[in-house]
């Protein structure tokens, strides 16, 4: 069984972090000093900490209530409890008991599996996971929570939690694994980056809030140590095996948790009305802010919901603090999304440098008579420039040093860059941001020259953006933090007010080791189960809402479509996968692929709506889906337009010109034929009434349907 431990990192120097929530230190109780004593790890760092996402993380409860709720500590007798249940004012100097009880073995409140071991497989320049069971095994409710001495490049889901006694559940551990340095060999690694899990005993069940361990900080105990081991994820292992187990179990308890909670009892009158009346207030300050070009509306909902609490208190609805907090936990996940600026990657992200990379290495390889066959891409997709040279120049086995390819390709790539196109929806989002007057920074792994060099080629990005930051301008590139932190402070902005925008997976980790709010956009297709820390995974930018996370909502949505700038494809009908008409009852004109290979990489997948012509036939409305069908699984992109009428026999071979005019969805998947049945014909009628609007129906007088 092959396992290593893993090579220090920069961010794991010693000290323990929390996530999101700041740790109060408690070195002036008289405990510190025989702690610290005790304890091989250094303590007294400041950290951060995440929201809970446990089976209960719809009922986050507010610090202000929770605290005027439990004045006094909760039951369990520490250092400085004498179960009184009475607050414990710290004295100069510890007592003689509570010195001795430092020396007394802890009774341990959970049972943890793995116990002392958080394994996770070997992969280099990859985000990992590793799963660990948590039982109470107490009578007691019992509050825990993960610290770690790399926050990072580390997090948990959940970062902690309330157990019932006997409850169980299954947390994952998300680390970055940095590639070795000066050529050394995983056996050789050391780490110092370590995990601790903390247990408070608590009374009764309540919301988990984190301040829970500050205000009762006296009566937590350290449950375990875990260290780093990695596993060899290609051969055989027991350990991996069961990790691979504990995963699939917390990923299907993911799952059922979000599905909505069933009603468990009557509404009470009045509760939700405070909250729809600020959605409502919201939604005509947004649009008020649409008519007069004002700036971003982050401050007024800020303030409004920071001063939510006089609402609650002079509000009659509420006539239970229950009912308080039930509201107060809505306006906090509200509050929790805002956001005031927007941090954004660019190539992968913004334009679709790939492709060209892409052409370019086909024809580079050949000379060394390689071939470019993408299996790479995952790889230095997010990379540096000089990581990216690096992988290409190792994992071709090229004959020639990483500088010497460098000073081969770039001249390349520079007489490329005209060629770059913007993907879809890249204008309009960041010309949206510009026009309300949201602060945007370009944040990327390339150089800032390079970058400013990129964006040259597109009319008016350059003063769209209110930073540019490249990597040359930080000590370490994504996914370090650096760039991001740098970004936004140049903006002048803390990280947790900002929302990153990316296309990798190293640019996603970047974004939440800077603490931001992150919207994950896979640049590979079949790949999002990699981007699981982020906030949000959309399918492109066409997507993306805005207003979910505070800023101005787009307007150009029209009867559930949004216009596109029209795009042309044609040729002869061909036979598809034969389940259009015999499985869904829906016959689809298909379309070779081949000839439109650069289209399908550019446009992203999902269902988009148009016209269809053919020269004997005539011009019909069409809704049609790009992408690789993930009910079916389709192994490649396909094109499959579902022509709106009723014809009499088959027309394949007949030459089909299509203009495709707007965007209805993203693609996804199904539980069922059914549901994946009723949901095209939705997209149907969606489509049908669209194509009669000015705006579409325009489009069908175009020669070139006819011609």
């Known amino acids: ?6 090579k220090p990192t920069s961010d794991g120097k010693g000290g323990w972090g ?21 304890s091989p790890f250094p303590s007294g760092a400041s950290s951060s900490s995440t929201s809970s996402h446990l089976h209960n993380h719809h009922q986050h409860q507010h610090h202000h209530h929770h605290h005027h709720q439990h004045h006094h500590q909760l039951g369990y007798n520490g250092p400085h409890g004498d179960g009184s249940g009475q607050n414990q004012h710290p004295t100069p100097s510890p007592s003689v008991s509570s010195v001795a009880k430092s020396f007394l073995p802890t009774k341990r409140r959970l049972k943890l599996d793995p116990s002392e071991k958080l394994y996770f497989p070997y992969e280099p320049g990859k985000q990992v996971r590793s799963a ?47 590639p070795p340095e000066n050529n050394e060999k995983p056996m050789d690694q050391r780490s110092r980056v370590k995990f601790k899990i903390m247990s408070l005993k608590v009374k009764g069940p309540m919301d988990y809030v984190p301040e829970l361990f500050d205000e ?8 375990q140590i875990l260290r780093v081991i990695f596993l060899d994820p290609e051969r055989p292992n027991p350990a991996l095996d069961k990790l691979k187990r504990q995963l699939a179990e917390a990923d299907a308890a993911v799952e059922a948790r979000k599905k909505p909670p069933e009603e468990t009892g009557p509404k009470m009158i009045g509760e939700g009305l405070v909250i729809d009346e600020w959605k409502e207030r919201r939604e005509r300050y947004l649009a008020q802010q649409q008519g007069e070009g004002a700036d971003s509306p982050f401050l007024f909902i800020s303030t409004l919901l920071r001063h939510f609490s006089v609402v609650l208190s002079s509000s009659p609805a509420f006539t ?19 956001t005031s600026c927007v941090l954004i990657d660019l190539d992968g992200t913004l334009i679709n440098t790939d492709g060209v990379v ?56 520079s007489a490329q860059m005209d060629k770059i196109k913007s993907l879809p929806g890249a204008n309009r989002l960041i010309r949206h941001l510009k026009c309300h007057g949201v602060p945007v920074a370009l944040a990327s792994n390339s150089s800032r020259a390079n970058i400013e060099s990129k964006i040259s080629y597109h009319e008016g990005w350059k003063e769209c953006f209110s930073v540019i930051v490249g990597s040359d301008e930080v000590s370490k590139g994504k996914p370090s933090p650096d760039i991001f932190l740098e970004a936004a402070k140049r903006l002048n902005k803390d990280p947790e007010d900002c929302l990153v925008i990316e296309d990798s997976v190293p640019g996603v980790m970047a974004g939440k080791a800077a603490g931001t709010k992150v919207i994950a956009v896979p640049s590979l297709p079949k790949q999002t189960h990699l981007y699981t820390s982020a906030d949000e995974v959309i399918n492109s930018l066409l997507d993306i809402r805005p207003e979910k996370w505070g800023l101005p909502p787009f307007q150009d949505w029209i009867e559930n479509t949004l216009p596109i700038d029209p795009w042309h494809i044609g040729g002869p009908v061909i ?8 499985v869904l009852g829906i016959p689809t004109a298909n379309l070779s692929t081949k000839d439109y290979a650069d289209e399908l990489v550019e446009h992203p997948s999902g269902v988009y709506f148009g016209w269809a012509g053919l020269a004997t036939r005539g011009v019909f409305k069409m809704v049609m889906s790009i992408g ?30 299509l203009i495709i005019v707007g965007y209805i969805r993203p693609e996804a998947n199904f539980s069922s034929l059914e549901s994946l049945i009723a949901k095209i014909h939705e997209d149907r009628e969606v489509a049908e009434k669209a194509l009669d609007l000015p705006t579409y129906v325009k489009f069908k007088d175009d020669p070139y349907l006819t011609k």
């Open 358 to 413: 892409g052409d370019i290495l086909r024809k580079y390889l050949c000379k060394y008579g390689k071939q470019w066959d993408g299996r790479e891409s995952l790889k230095i997709v997010g990379q540096t420039p000089l990581e990216a040279a690096t992988t290409i120049v190792e994992d071709y086995g090229l004959p020639c040093k990483v500088d010497e390819f460098n000073s081969e390709f770039y001249p390349l790539f």
């Open 628 to 657: 690789w069908n993930p009910y079916f699984n389709n192994k490649e992109k396909t094109i499959e337009p579902w022509l709106l009428h009723d014809f009499a026999e088959d027309f394949y071979g007949e030459e089909l010109r």
């Open 320 to 338: 239970s603090r229950r009912n308080a907090r039930s509201v107060a936990s809505q306006v906090d996940d509200l509050y929790g999304m805002l």
């Open 216 to 223: 009762q900080k006296d009566d937590v105990s350290k449950e």
């Open 18 to 38: 929390f996530f999101k929530i700041p740790f109060r230190n408690s070195s002036g109780h008289g405990n510190a000093a025989s702690s610290a004593a005790t």
């Open 132 to 178: 660990i069971k948590i039982k109470n095994t107490s009578k007691s409710h019992v509050a825990f929570k993960f610290q770690t001495t790399a926050p990072k490049s580390c997090f948990m889901r959940p970062p902690g939690a309330i157990l019932a006694p006997g409850e169980t559940i299954i947390a994952t551990v998300f680390k970055f694994v940095e």
């Open 575 to 582: 036979k598809g996968f034969g389940r259009g008409s015999k």
């Open 1 to 6: 069984m092959t396992m290593t431990e893993e």
